[in-house]
């Protein structure tokens, strides 16, 4: 039984598989790869001729040369601006030491004399004969408001407290509550022992 039962699978199962694999399966797989990478080897040449020559053509006979000429042009550029601003600076550092000494002469020095001749001595007039009698003026009224707020305060609080001994009576006197620290000589100090024990 056993020996019909490996017989039907080998000639039902295995030998039509075999012959199935090594006649229908690898010619198919061999076809399928091999059309394959025909397919991949045109889509490589398509992609090198449409997009890779184009670029390396378009970088190496148009961008590097374009790219040489604007960085000699903008190195040329670069030091001819470097040069103008170096004179630029020499110029407007001696028309800007022009204008500094014209405006020191047409402006301050004038001002300056001005104030020196003119409005410093007048201005000394101004504060003996006029700014210290009126300051002196000032103090006595502030010192003459301030005595006179003073003694308004004082009289009010006197006025409070006469009202207030008049309502409610004399006030009474605190009584002095002895104190448990002992105070005087006799207090205790971290130096000395006050136990009966330690006592010197």
Known sequence: MYTVVAWLVRYLVVVPAVWLYAWV???VGHGAAWLLRGIGLGLYWVARVVFVLPVLALWRWVLTPVGRFLAVVGREVGDA???AWRIAGHVSLAVGRFLAAL??????????WAYRTLLTPVGHVVREVVLRPVAEVARGVGRATREALASVRETARQARA????MLLGEPRETVAVDRREPT????RTLGRSTTALTKD
């Open 25 to 27: 399966l690898t010619p």
């Open 81 to 83: 601006l470097g040069h």
């Open 103 to 112: 405006f020191r002469w047409v402006f301050v020095e004038p001002v300056r």
């Open 162 to 165: 006469d009202f207030r001994r």
């Open 184 to 187: 005087g000589p006799e207090t």
